[in-house]
Nanobody, 125 residues
Framework: QVQLVESGGGLVQAGGSLRLSCAAS????????MGWFRQAPGKEREFVAA????????NYADSVKGRFTISRDNAENMGYLQMNSLRPEDTAVYYC??????????????????WGQGTQVTVSS
């Protein structure tokens, strides 16, 4: 079992930046891929970015390419999502997720085995 806790959300003006963090605990000796998803009010949860265990594979949603960067620090059991040039349409609850298959970076939420509780990101215009 892996527990995930997100942090770093908040209120930011359009054009600003935020860095989300995801702290993993529990069976962190197990290797896992990590992903970020988001869900805006009244909308389905959508893929944002994913990274494999060794960082060799990454995927991004088209809507965030060039603005968001996913990274991880396995020694610290941490994952990160650097978000730049934020837009009002980025407003959502952001979730961190872990996939027990470590060497892919899946974009489908069904691939993920563990989820955090989410952190709110609000971008004002």
């Amino acid at each position: 079992q892996v527990q995930l806790v997100e942090s770093g959300g908040g209120l930011v003006q359009a054009g600003g930046s935020l860095r989300l963090s995801c702290a993993a605990s529990g069976r962190t000796s197990s290797r896992f891929a990590m992903g970020w998803f988001r869900q805006a009010p009244g909308k389905e949860r959508e893929f944002v970015a994913a990274i494999s265990w060794n960082g060799g594979n990454t995927n991004y949603a088209d809507s965030v390419k060039g603005r968001f960067t996913i990274s991880r620090d396995n020694a610290e059991n941490m994952g990160y999502l650097q978000m730049n040039s934020l837009r009002p349409e980025d407003t959502a609850v952001y979730y961190c997720a872990a996939d027990k298959v470590p060497f892919l970076a899946p974009t489908n939420s069904y691939a993920y085995d563990y989820w955090g509780q989410g952190t709110q990101v609000t971008v004002s215009s």
